[in-house]
């Protein structure tokens, strides 16, 4: 009986010893199921499509009729599949932007849905995105804008109420939701009811947001709120679509006045892009940018959409640095995404499936310099490729410096290597470096610091190799959980457009290919097109379309730019300003801010002109015009205000700002004049153009 006894208490002891080794204690602060789910989405869509499509504008003022809102060929389920198509896994809807204007039957506000001639008042958007969603297998978060031009108790506790309904309304009848969004662009002037007037709030106290944020846990719990200051994830800090190369899933958000509490619209966002090492609380970033140059559709962006290898390049940056991507999407004013968006779409999630349906490291046989407690079982290499996200390979608690080696018993070609960590226990990993068996040696072709959810190292080129090694640097013991090696399929860059400033088009291509074709008619190019041979003249102006092939076989995405009147006779009067027309976007005249003046100049002829172009100075937030007016004359002496109003959303994507005239003008002599910036100082100007008829 005793020598039984012993003999079970030594099984279980060995079997606890091999089977049953401790786990990692979890390091740092750890992500909470609903930021494990939203991590998993990886990709979504936020959809922009309200009064400012109609408008032509980015940001809608409020005193938008809701007569105008009238969609003609709505078509959700065709917006969400162009989406899913894409490899999105979801949709964000904008059910309210400033304007105010709500996409849903609201009982908060007459500015809705339900007073506009769309489905004789008896539409609602929302509610067709989530049907949409739910027919499509796609998951739908909402953003509803606390800042409200139309309302006219904004900036009042009142208002605060009624956004809190709207919430509650959005909450109750659609969902479940797995997003829901937050931005920090809170007060300024507006309609706000008629009264036309700047409007300012407290940002760190006005919308109560912990109690507002307690409505979103109460009614859609496994809704991940995004904020500047989350608080499940963060702004990365831009609107072009990457976080850091060092991107941390801890954040520590910091306000620009010290011993003030941080909060949307009031934080040192910069610091979101990289986030922090060790951070107060586990914020992951969300990289959010426009497939278009703007958020809303303007046709004038026609032609300008990012390709499927650019949306590619922001995949790796921001999915790729443990982040999620959050493409913005824009119906047109029929209420569909135009067909070019469709096909980059379409394009994107099949270059996607192509790089990443086939792990070449599978089949590789794997050495660890360390296994946690001897237990290959349960924490050896071999967790890498079992296609369990949270299963991992974990050393010992004193090994925080472990190596790998990989052998592919066969010369494999990549240039992708994917690295992911178990998050369930912190972002744990500091840096990684990763070699390859060449000639007798180990030769560095990559490294990288902080790996958290998904790490995608895309190499400069392609690396053959049979045999790499895999070196980890963390200040304690590993879990990392998966280990990939993938090979992009083979593509042409598209072509690149220029022109100079005496107006001549050259068209190039990073890389030699056997033949370029362009149009300057407006049509799509292709193999029947005229051939690129040299430059050509374009000194009034026009689009010019290009492709690239090789073979007339493999073809390149298109490229397409739409040239103003060439600068080089225009003249400014005030020499000193005279960088703001030099076709050199990296140059920038800086001028006072004073009404009524301005930068002047005239050019050689009389054009009929539809719009002006500004270009703010890249990298930069410093001189940044926000609002404007723009003057036209035929003499330099009489002038003619044709335009006047703000640049929205320049401060987070400061793009060339394009403004279209409500009626085409015939003149030869411009004046714009800057009324205020963002940082209340000199205006700076990179480029000013003019839209030619």
């Not at 930021?35 to 109609?54: G, L, R």
């Not at 060449?438 to 958290?452: D, F, L, P, R, V």
Request: contains cysteine.
């Amino acid at each position: 009986m005793i020598k039984a006894a012993s003999i079970t208490a030594f099984f279980l002891m060995f079997t606890t010893i091999i089977l049953g080794q401790t786990a990692p204690k979890p390091y740092g602060v750890l992500p909470t199921p609903r930021q494990v789910k939203w991590q998993e989405t990886e990709m979504y869509t936020i959809i922009h499509f309200s009064m400012a499509t109609y408008d032509d504008k980015e940001w809608g003022y409020g005193d938008e009729p809701v007569s105008q809102f009238n969609p003609a060929k709505f078509n959700a389920l065709q917006i969400v599949g162009a989406a899913k198509a894409g490899g999105f896994k979801g949709i964000v809807v904008v059910a309210k932007h400033h304007d105010g204007f709500c996409l849903w039957p609201t009982k908060t506000t007459l500015h809705n849905i339900s007073q506009s001639p769309y489905k004789n008042g008896k539409g609602d958007l929302i509610k067709e995105y989530e049907l949409a969603c739910k027919q499509l297998g796609m998951k739908i978060g909402l953003y509803c804008s606390p800042w409200d031009r139309n309302n006219a108790g904004y900036g009042k506790p009142e208002y605060v109420e009624t956004y809190r309904k709207q919430l509650k309304e959005l909450y109750t009848n659609y969902g479940p939701l797995f997003m829901s969004w937050h931005d920090g662009a809170n007060g300024g002037d507006g309609f706000y009811g008629g009264a036309k007037e700047q409007r300012k709030i407290d940002r760190t106290t006005y919308y109560g947001w912990d109690t507002t944020w307690a409505i979103t846990r109460a009614m859609q719990p496994g809704a991940a709120i995004f904020g500047d200051v989350g608080p499940d994830v963060r702004w990365v800090g831009n609107e072009e679509g990457h976080a850091g190369e060092t991107s941390w899933e801890t954040y520590s958000p910091e306000a620009p006045e010290a011993g003030k509490k941080p909060a949307n619209g009031f934080v040192k966002d910069w610091l979101g892009t990289s986030g922090t090492r060790n951070g107060k609380y586990w914020m992951p970033a969300e990289c959010d940018v426009p497939l278009r140059p703007g958020w809303f559709y303007h046709s004038s962006q026609d032609g300008q959409s990012k390709s499927a290898y650019q949306l590619l390049d922001l995949y790796y940056k921001s999915v790729g640095r443990a982040a999620s991507l959050d493409l913005g999407l824009s119906p047109n004013k029929d209420g569909v995404l135009a067909s070019e968006d469709v096909e980059i779409l379409k394009q994107f999630g099949k270059i996607l499936k192509q790089t990443f349906e086939n792990d070449l490291a599978k089949g590789a046989s794997f050495k660890a310099s360390n296994i946690r407690g001897a237990n290959s079982i349960k924490y050896g290499p071999g967790r890498l490729f079992d296609k369990d996200r949270y299963s991992y390979w974990a050393t010992d608690d004193k090994v925080t410096s472990p190596q790998l080696t990989i052998d592919l018993h066969k010369p494999t070609t990549f240039n992708v290597i994917r690295l992911r960590e178990n998050i369930k226990l912190g972002q744990r990993i500091d840096s990684i470096i990763v070699d390859t068996w060449k000639q007798g040696g180990w030769q560095k072709i990559a490294q990288a610091s902080s790996i958290g959810a998904n790490r995608l190292i895309r190499l400069p080129q392609n690396i053959t190799a049979s045999k790499l090694r895999l070196r980890i640097f963390a200040p304690v013991c590993i879990a990392l959980s998966d280990f990939g090696l993938f090979k992009e399929p083979v593509h042409l860059s598209p072509p690149i457009i220029s022109r100079d400033r005496q107006g001549m088009v050259s068209i190039t291509t990073e890389a030699p290919v056997s033949s370029i074709f362009y149009t300057i008619d407006g049509g799509e190019p292709g193999a029947s097109s005229v051939e690129y041979n040299k430059p050509f003249a374009l000194a009034d102006g026009g689009v010019v379309k290009a492709v690239s092939f090789e073979n007339k076989q493999l073809r390149s995405a298109g490229t397409t730019v739409n040239f103003g009147p060439s600068k080089g006779q225009w003249k400014v009067l005030n020499e000193n300003y005279s960088k703001a027309v030099d076709d050199n976007s990296r140059s920038f005249a800086e001028l006072p801010i004073k009404l009524n003046e301005g930068l002047v100049f005239n050019t050689p002829k009389n054009y009929t002109v539809t719009g002006f172009t500004y270009e703010p100075v890249q990298k930069q937030s410093k001189g940044i015009v926000d609002s404007y007016e723009f003057y036209v004359s035929t003499d330099g002496t009489t002038w003619s205000k044709v335009a006047e109003g703000e640049f929205s959303n320049i401060k987070a994507n400061p793009i060339l700002q394009t403004v279209l005239f409500k009626s085409p003008v015939t003149a030869n002599y411009f004046k714009f004049v800057p009324l205020h910036t963002l940082t209340e100082d000199n205006a700076r100007i990179a480029e000013l153009g003019l839209i030619i008829k």
